[in-house]
Each structure stands twice: as C-alpha cells, then as structure tokens.
C-alpha cells in the first residue's frame, strides 16, 4: 500500500500521533509469544508484566518489569504489531472509530527503577517500519480507501508533540490525579478558603493557556488562564501549567 498523493498528509500525521497518545484500547502481538493475554501463563503473558505504554516522539515507548517476556523479546529484537484503538472524544463518537495500527521491531532501551516501589524495569522502544490508520468499524475485506498509510517522517515530526490526544490525556489526568493542586490554585486565584471550593476541571488545554471550571459555596464558575507565551513542547507547557497554576502539577 502506498501514500495517497493527494491526502493531507499533515492532518492524517496529526490524527495518528494523537491516538497513540490517547488510546482507549491497546494490544501488542510479538513474534515468539503466542497469546500476550493468556493469564493462564505469568510466564509468558504480557499482562502479567505490568506492561505501560506512552508516545514518546512519534514512537511508542513501553515499559514492563526486567524479567518479563517483553523484555526478554526487546532484547532479543523480535518484531511486533501494536494495536489501538482511539480514545479521543467521548465514547460512542465517531472520533472512536479509527484504528491505528504499528508494526516494527523491539529494542531494548534500559532499565530504571520505579520511584515509588523500588522495582526494575525494562524500557522498551518499537522502531517502527510501517503505520496504518483505519476505521475500527469498517469489515476486513473493506476496500483499501477505508485505510490510510502514515508516512513515518510526518509522523515523527515534533509539531506534533502537542497533539489532541496528548492534550486530551494532560487533561484527564491533571483533573483526577491533583485536584487538591487544583482547588488550592483556585483558591489562592480568588482569595477564596480552600474549603469552600468544592471542584475544579481543566478544559481546552492547548498550548496558549487553558479553561477553568470550579464549584464553589457561591455556585459554578469559570475563567480563562492564558500563559505568558505559547508552549513549544510538552516540557514546556507543564512548567507553564506548574507556574501559573500549582507547582505540584506534573
């Protein structure tokens, strides 16, 4: 299969990279393993390795436990195919009905050790050799204009490090994952008692500033943060989000 001359070749990069930052469903087929969900077998099963993935450059990066059958198949360069479906929008949009698939070869990046529970693991990178992106919901003998191949150069390409899914993500977890950073933010913000802020949400982060919504004994309001610059890079737009909102932000 060939690129299409005439798709926007940029825009469909874009919709890529922003599913392999905000999937609602992944799997990983690897050569020599043959059911990574089997949880039947903790030897063999990739489940059973702890197994996290995140985009790091336009290319996926796992990580699972040292010992694991996927660091073991890193090491031994195996080939793989990593599945995922997107996670963009709300379920049941039509944003949920694309596929992106990756296939390409395993490397083993290093080991590191978890922060929180001193265990070692694995860092493993999937130097990719084709990209596909397709309609979850269209049937296998769709015809080939339901899939559209991703040039690997726009894919990787850094103006796509702020991308929706990636944005999308951000915002999720800063939402579940620090709202007491939050609400201490909005409280410093409208010289209000921590307790009297009941919630607050982060809404349409993009890379000039980002919506607030809280709830506070007085009812439900909002506001528009703007930073003082545009961040560049995802380092940058959480060292924005960090200064302008709570330090405690990551």
């Known amino acids: 299969m060939t690129v299409d001359p005439g798709l926007d070749v940029r825009r469909i990069a874009a919709a890529a990279r922003s599913i392999l930052a905000c999937p609602a469903e992944v799997q990983l087929v690897v050569d020599g393993i043959d059911d990574p969900a089997d949880p ?57 009905d694309a596929t992106l698939t990756l296939s390409g070869r395993l490397e083993a ?26 309609r979850t919901s269209a049937p296998r003998d769709a015809p080939d204009e339901t899939r559209v191949r991703v040039p690997l150069g726009a894919f990787a390409d850094p103006e796509h490090e702020l991308n929706r899914g990636f944005l999308q993500r951000s915002t999720e977890h800063a939402n579940l994952c620090h709202q007491d950073e939050l609400r201490r933010a909005i409280a410093a913000m409208t010289q209000t ?33 703007r930073f ?10 959480g060292d924005l989000l960090r200064t302008e909102l709570h330090a405690g932000l990551c």
Do not use: K
């Open 40 to 96: 039947d077998d903790p030897a063999t099963g990739l489940d059973a390795a702890g197994l996290e993935m995140q985009d790091h450059g336009g290319r996926p990066l796992l990580t699972c436990t040292a010992d694991s059958a996927l660091a073991v198949a890193a090491t031994d360069r195996r080939g793989a195919l990593l599945t995922l479906t997107s996670g963009l929008g709300a379920a049941g949009t039509a944003e949920r």
């Open 109 to 134: 990046l290093g080991l590191e050790q978890c922060e929180c529970c001193d265990e070692v693991r694995m860092r493993v990178g999937l130097h990719l050799d084709f990209a596909l992106l397709s």
């Open 193 to 225: 008692r921590l307790g009297e802020v009941v919630g607050v949400q982060l809404a349409d982060l993009h890379a000039g500033g980002v919506a607030l919504r809280w709830v506070d004994l007085t009812g439900a309001h909002s506001a528009e943060l």
């Open 228 to 237: 003082p610059r545009p961040a560049a890079s995802a380092a940058e737009l």
